[in-house]
């Protein structure tokens, strides 16, 4: 009897253990996930863009007239005082004259010799002519004391003798005239000389000067060289008064207005800088992206706080600038989000399953989104859904497993 019960016995705990095995085996094991809350806050949405710092007031000193410029002697960096010469110009030596034109020069000084040789016989002829009416003035002023000569021939002497004195300045203004046409012939004939010495020969010359105290920003003509009028020769301004332009998509500038604050980060200093929008430029230009998109750009103009020792003239930075701010935002981590027939949705951890809830939102940032509808305040909602997750699978929160 005793034998009886206890093979009973061995055969139900031997049941048992083969149905706990079978249940063990058929149960649903859940899934461990990650879980996170929906909650409410400050939301700030910002968009990075990068930038360049530039000197508000860049003034480029460039050449007055066409010449010749001298070597600048002055490195990017130097300070200058103004009214300092920057660099000299000297007029641009005469060109080299091929044999067929110096031919036609020497005729033409030939020609010119000539002329001077005509207006001084005509002005020999002149002077001729002008003593002989005085000599015919001066007798008929003598004669007419005794009445011989009446006042009328008198007045005819006289006026004979006024256009004589016409006729010798007028051929002494030719002669005149065909020396500067000699001299003017002369100087065509001229060759290229050496235009390293200042004042030599009568040569003037034009100094360019710094219009500021300042530092020298760029030299953009260093070599001796000839340049054109309106030709940019250096620039100069001030780095301690300093700007920054970010150029921003025209769909984000529209949203940020003067006054916007903005955060400036690798710039090269280990503390974050702070700066203010001063103006959003009011044309927008076409920029090609990395991905060969073209895109509407605009250029946001900032002004920093304080600039820091060190930074200058078209460095690199990149600024965050804040779209929006929300005070009380009911906001889910960005993490939870996925795409469910076009809709967002979250998996909302409910009584240990999986839930799928729609959601609709607003703005976005780089770690939480807007909620406007679909979740409440307290929420817990499962990050980073994986492709196992449906809509009442079990779950369990991984942190609990861990503990």
Same mark, same amino acid.
């Given at each position: 009897? +005793?034998?009886?019960w206890s093979k009973w016995l061995f055969g139900l705990i031997a049941i048992g253990v083969i149905a706990y095995g079978a249940f063990l085996s058929l149960r649903e094991r859940p899934v461990l996930v990650d879980l996170g809350q929906v909650t409410r806050g400050q939301m700030v949405v910002f968009v990075d863009e990068e930038g360049v710092t530039r000197v508000r007031d860049v003034y480029a000193v460039s050449s007055t007239l066409a010449g010749h410029l001298d070597r600048i002697d002055l490195e990017e960096g130097d300070l200058v005082s103004k009214g300092d010469v920057i660099a000299t110009i000297h007029p641009l030596a005469p060109p080299f004259i091929d044999e067929r034109t110096r031919t036609e020069l020497e005729a033409a000084i030939e020609a010119s010799r000539a002329a001077v040789a005509l207006a001084n016989v005509e002005h020999a002829r002149a002077q001729t002519a002008l003593r002989l009416a005085q000599s015919a003035y001066d007798r008929a002023s003598q004669l007419a004391k005794t009445r011989i000569v009446s006042d009328s021939d008198l007045e005819r002497a006289y006026g004979e003798l006024q256009i004589k004195q016409a006729e010798v300045e007028s051929a002494m203004a030719g002669i005149n005239l065909r020396l500067a046409e000699l001299a003017s012939a002369q100087a065509r004939l001229a060759q290229p000389v050496d235009m390293a010495g200042t004042g030599e020969n009568g040569r003037c010359c034009v100094s360019l000067l710094a219009p500021i105290d300042g530092v020298t920003l760029a030299i953009k003509v260093r070599s001796e060289q000839a340049v054109a009028v309106g030709t940019v020769v250096a620039e100069f301004? !001030?780095? %301690?008064?300093?700007?920054?332009?970010? %150029?921003?998509? *025209? *769909?984000?500038?529209?949203?940020? =207005? &003067? =006054?916007?604050?903005?955060?400036?980060? %690798?710039? =090269?200093?280990?503390?974050?800088? $702070? @700066?203010?929008?001063? +103006?959003? /430029?009011?044309?927008?230009?076409?920029?090609? *992206? @990395?991905?060969?998109?073209?895109?509407? !750009?605009?250029?946001?103009?900032?002004?920093?706080?304080?600039? &820091? /020792?060190?930074? =200058? $003239?078209?460095y690199r930075i990149v600024a965050r600038l804040a779209l929006w701010r929300g005070e009380d935002v009911l906001q889910v981590p960005i993490s939870a989000l996925y795409r469910d027939q076009g809709e967002w949705a979250v998996f909302v951890a409910e009584n240990g399953r999986a839930r799928i809830r729609s959601v609709e939102l607003g703005h976005l940032n780089d770690s939480a989104a807007q909620v406007l509808s679909g979740l409440s305040e307290g929420d817990a909602v499962i990050l980073f859904p994986s492709d196992v997750l449906a809509d009442g699978r079990v779950i369990a929160d991984r942190a609990s497993e861990g503990r």
């Open positions: 009897m +005793k034998g009886t301004g !001030r780095p %301690d008064n300093l700007e920054i332009a970010v %150029d921003l998509l *025209s *769909s984000d500038a529209v949203r940020i =207005g &003067p =006054g916007t604050e903005a955060i400036i980060s %690798d710039w =090269g200093g280990d503390q974050d800088l $702070h @700066a203010t929008v001063r +103006k959003i /430029e009011p044309a927008a230009f076409t920029q090609v *992206s @990395a991905l060969g998109i073209e895109e509407q !750009r605009v250029n946001a103009v900032l002004d920093i706080d304080e600039v &820091p /020792e060190g930074l =200058g $003239h078209g």
